[in-house]
């Protein structure tokens, strides 16, 4: 018990001392916590264990989670293109590249080749996500893109295990494999989507009605680390099962007392896992094969930069495809426990395997650091636009007048009428090319993020006759209306919805909000229009 409080007397000591130092450099605080790790392990021999480590991955369990109230199962829906597409195509072809990349310079057998090519192709969730999360990019487009990825390199880590499996047993069937895994995934999925429905929102407000901060916040570590452990009791990351209990709580009212009462936690444990890090660097590997450990880091981060960029470059812009790639460049946390896992199954040599760690950890060490010169590093590929003070949204003195929310091409069109009827209009955008075409062609169009509270009071929202939102990303849209409830004023507001399915997303917002069926409006035309080329044709006849 004493060596154990000495141990974490030591630690608490060194990273706290390390951290302030580093925060006057604004070092970030996670390079402060693996250099901690690195100190102890090597000059008070302090190593790593399995239950440290396990106990160090609930941080990025309870990092998931917190994402996973931010994004509902409806929102993964709509992420699919995010998750599925990118994220498919970059573990693919990342993990094909380097493989063969592994197999003709280390010189490693096929299959081992393959399965460090893939587990190099996973990104490091834990650092990138938290920086993300910190800084609030989380929501931006280069930050969801970066989510999506990640989301798919969690999934991914169920095949590379059931690879290493394959390859390493002489006498497992695939078939049985995979049908295990499977009927596994079914199960979990099911499990957790009834307690999801039928059983968290009885259980908290039971529990808000004790009027207990502490069982409110014992029910919480209860479900994370719950779920977590029955993610891990079917064969899947801790990670994963505590994302998919996070969007099960994003459904209920408490989510955001949820979030703000997990967050010590969270940080505290991510501390842990982020010196357990430090703790697998071995000095003697790193500074005997320094250049290859070095080389490898190199490689690494350029081949996934590219692939990400060449992925994200076909629909995005050069600036935003950059900024993603960066985000994601690095090697993850999982990788670590796969090239243990491949030693202790005889396809990696202790050797290789302390080689692809180091490299590992230096390139997590180097991500913060990126991360941090983010737009610097993408503005030696394309400069971001510099707003125009006068395309600002500033405060208004409009009354009775229409607040349109986007100015894509829907946007464009309603304008159009808008001045043809002339009627006072106000429009937002967040896209500086579109807000400035519409100043091009002398229309009221002005740059700001609408869900900004300021934003909406310099639009005189409260004296509008009417919002129309034309945007055409559904979850944007959700957060938008969501935004304007919040705001709480009656004003009406129209949004444009495709199909019926989506009536459920905006069904609980209010009276006043109108929905649109685009398929619905669209068809009554088409039928009109037939009709009356029916009745020209009869008149003809």
Same mark, same amino acid.
């Given at each position: 018990?004493?060596?154990?409080?000495?141990?974490?007397?030591?630690?608490?000591?060194?990273?706290?001392?390390?951290?302030?130092?580093?925060?006057?450099?604004?070092?970030?605080?996670?390079?402060?916590?693996?250099?901690?790790?690195?100190?102890?392990?090597?000059?008070?021999?302090?190593?790593?264990?399995?239950?440290?480590?396990?106990?160090?991955?609930?941080?990025?369990?309870?990092?998931?989670?917190?994402?996973?109230?931010?994004?509902?199962?409806?929102?993964?829906?709509?992420? /699919?293109? %995010?998750?599925? @597409?990118?994220? +498919? #195509?970059?573990?693919? &072809? !990342?993990?094909?590249?380097?493989?063969?990349?592994?197999?003709?310079?280390?010189?490693? /057998?096929? %299959?081992?080749? @393959?399965?460090? +090519? #893939?587990?190099?192709? &996973? !990104?490091?969730?834990?650092?990138?996500?938290k920086t993300l999360n910190d800084s609030g990019d989380v929501s931006k487009i280069y930050g969801r893109k970066a989510l999506g990825i990640l989301l798919f390199q969690d999934i991914a880590v169920i095949p590379i295990l059931l690879m290493i499996d394959m390859f390493s047993s002489q006498d497992a069937s695939i078939n049985e494999l995979l049908l295990k895994t499977f009927t596994s995934a079914i199960i979990l999925i099911v499990v957790l989507f009834l307690l999801g429905k039928y059983v968290i929102n009885w259980i908290f407000y039971k529990v808000i009605q004790t009027n207990s901060q502490e069982v409110f916040i014992a029910t919480i570590l209860f479900m994370v680390v719950g779920s977590s452990t029955l993610a891990h009791f079917f064969g899947f990351s801790y990670s994963l099962g505590a994302f998919l209990a996070g969007m099960m709580m994003a459904e209920t009212q408490y989510k955001h007392q949820i979030e703000v009462d997990l967050i010590p936690f969270?940080?505290?444990?991510?501390?842990?896992?982020?010196?357990?890090?430090?703790?697998?660097?071995?000095?003697?590997?790193?500074?005997?094969?320094?250049?290859?450990?070095?080389?490898?880091?190199?490689?690494?981060?350029?081949?996934?930069?590219?692939?990400?960029?060449?992925?994200?470059?076909?629909?995005?812009?050069?600036?935003?495809?950059?900024?993603?790639?960066?985000?994601?460049?690095?090697?993850?946390?999982?990788?670590?426990?796969?090239?243990?896992?491949?030693?202790?199954?005889?396809?990696?040599?202790?050797?290789?395997?302390?080689?692809?760690?180091?490299?590992?950890?230096?390139?997590?060490?180097?991500?913060?650091?990126?991360?941090?010169k983010l737009d610097a590093i993408a503005d030696l590929i394309e400069r971001e636009i510099v707003v125009?003070?006068?395309?600002?949204?500033?405060?208004?003195?409009?009354?009775?007048?229409?607040?349109?929310?986007?100015?894509?091409?829907?946007?464009?069109?309603?304008?159009?009428?808008?001045?043809?009827?002339?009627?006072?209009?106000?429009?937002?955008?967040?896209?500086?090319?579109?807000?400035?075409?519409?100043?091009?062609?002398?229309?009221?169009?002005?740059?700001?993020?609408?869900?900004?509270?300021?934003?909406?009071?310099?639009?005189?929202?409260?004296?509008?006759?009417?919002?129309?939102?034309?945007?055409?990303n559904e979850q944007r849209v959700e957060l938008i209306a969501q935004k304007i409830k919040d705001y709480g004023v009656n004003t009406q507001t129209i949004i444009k919805i495709n199909g019926e399915g989506n009536k459920d997303i905006f069904g609980e917002l209010g009276k006043n909000f109108h929905l649109i069926n685009e398929e619905r409006v669209m068809a009554k035309t088409l039928v009109h229009e037939a009709l009356q080329c029916k009745i020209d044709h009869d008149i003809r006849a």
């Open positions: 018990m004493e060596q154990i409080l000495e141990g974490f007397l030591l630690v608490a000591a060194i990273s706290v001392a390390l951290n302030v130092i580093f925060k006057k450099f604004q070092i970030p605080t996670i390079i402060g916590y693996i250099v901690t790790g690195t100190l102890i392990s090597e000059f008070f021999n302090l190593k790593s264990n399995d239950e440290i480590s396990h106990i160090a991955e609930f941080g990025i369990a309870f990092l998931m989670f917190t994402i996973g109230l931010e994004f509902s199962f409806k929102h993964l829906m709509g992420m /699919k293109k %995010e998750v599925f @597409l990118n994220g +498919g #195509l970059q573990v693919c &072809l !990342s993990g094909f590249i380097m493989g063969v990349m592994l197999y003709y310079v280390l010189r490693l /057998k096929d %299959e081992t080749a @393959l399965i460090a +090519g #893939l587990a190099l192709a &996973l !990104s490091s969730t834990a650092i990138v996500l969270r940080d505290l444990l991510l501390g842990l896992f982020f010196i357990t890090v430090g703790m697998q660097i071995n000095f003697a590997v790193v500074i005997s094969n320094i250049w290859l450990v070095l080389g490898l880091v190199f490689s690494v981060m350029v081949i996934k930069a590219v692939v990400v960029f060449a992925i994200l470059n076909i629909y995005l812009k050069r600036r935003v495809a950059a900024k993603t790639a960066l985000s994601v460049c690095q090697i993850g946390e999982f990788a670590l426990a796969v090239f243990g896992l491949m030693t202790t199954r005889n396809l990696l040599d202790i050797q290789t395997a302390q080689i692809f760690i180091a490299a590992s950890v230096v390139s997590m060490f180097a991500t913060p650091f990126i991360l941090k125009e003070p006068n395309e600002t949204l500033k405060p208004q003195k409009i009354k009775n007048h229409i607040v349109v929310f986007g100015y894509e091409r829907l946007g464009q069109e309603v304008v159009l009428r808008l001045k043809e009827t002339k009627l006072l209009y106000l429009v937002l955008d967040n896209d500086i090319s579109l807000v400035e075409l519409g100043r091009s062609r002398g229309e009221n169009v002005f740059l700001g993020n609408v869900l900004q509270s300021h934003t909406l009071e310099n639009a005189c929202l409260s004296d509008a006759a009417a919002v129309i939102i034309t945007v055409n």
